[in-house]
């Protein structure tokens, strides 16, 4: 297994469609996505940290970095032994997290960041809007009020946007976000195809250790 994860982050304020994205990139053998928001969506609610959750999500603001970097570690530990996650031929697809510097800086030990996706739509009126519509659709309170909304972009502002100066500008790849799910995938894709590739070479070329995902394809194609 490798000392650190190979990584491709998802970076772009609320509503740029990273949880859209993340979810049709991880239909794709060879990525895993995983999604903090996700993560924490489904911890027990009445657990402690699951209330801690609650309480900050709903009044727009992060979870602290200590809580997020811990509960992170345990998921992506459990995705390794429950078998969802092979490091030595998966790239991990990270979606909300690292969502400040200290994140950056804590988790660097963990990941070795491939390339930064910035999803970048300029157009804050229709992020906002999105965000509306997916409060409705996922039932999700903290997109619900555009108050709170608001105090998102302006913790984005604050403590997200400086993760981009941590990572080299080499990384830092800039993305359209605007267009359809499929344009969108598209620029994904024309940056992450090639760091696969030098990666880890065809995923499906090793019938022995991806017959599972190859299973699943061609099951999904027959059906
Ligand atoms: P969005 O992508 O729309 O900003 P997410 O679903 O990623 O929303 O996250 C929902 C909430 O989960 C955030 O507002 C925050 O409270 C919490 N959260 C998610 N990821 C992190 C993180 N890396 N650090 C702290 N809090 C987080």
Not at 12 to 39: C, E
Not at 90 to 114: C, F, N, T, W, Y
Not at 142 to 156: C, G, H, K, L, P
Request: proline letters at 6%; one cysteine or more; aromatic letters at 6%.
């Amino acid at each position: 297994m490798p000392s650190r994860y190979k990584t491709l982050l998802l970076f772009g304020p609320p509503g740029v469609g990273k949880g859209t994205q993340g979810k049709l990139l991880g239909r794709i053998p060879g990525l895993r996505h995983l999604a903090t928001g996700d993560m924490f969506r489904s911890l027990d609610p009445a657990s402690e940290l699951g209330r801690k959750f609650h309480e900050v999500s709903s009044r727009g603001e992060l979870v602290p970095d200590e809580l997020t970097i811990a509960c992170w570690q345990k998921h992506v530990c459990g995705l390794v032994s429950g078998g969802g996650y092979a490091p030595s031929r998966d790239i991990l697809i990270l979606d909300g997290i690292p969502r400040s510097v200290a994140q950056a800086k804590a988790m660097d030990e963990h990941i070795d960041v491939l390339k930064v996706i910035h999803l970048r739509c300029q157009n804050l009126d229709e992020m906002i809007a999105r965000m509306k519509r997916r409060a409705k659709m996922e039932r999700r309170s903290d997109d619900a009020d555009e108050s709170v909304i608001r105090r998102r972009f302006a913790v984005y502002e604050r403590e997200t946007a400086p993760v981009l100066d941590f990572y080299d500008a080499s990384l830092v790849r800039e993305v359209d976000a605007i267009g359809s799910p499929a344009e969108v995938l598209r620029n994904i894709l024309n940056v992450i195809v090639p760091v696969y590739n030098e990666s880890f070479g065809n995923p499906l070329s090793e019938p022995t250790e991806h017959s599972e995902k190859k299973e699943a394809i061609q099951g999904q194609a027959k059906g």
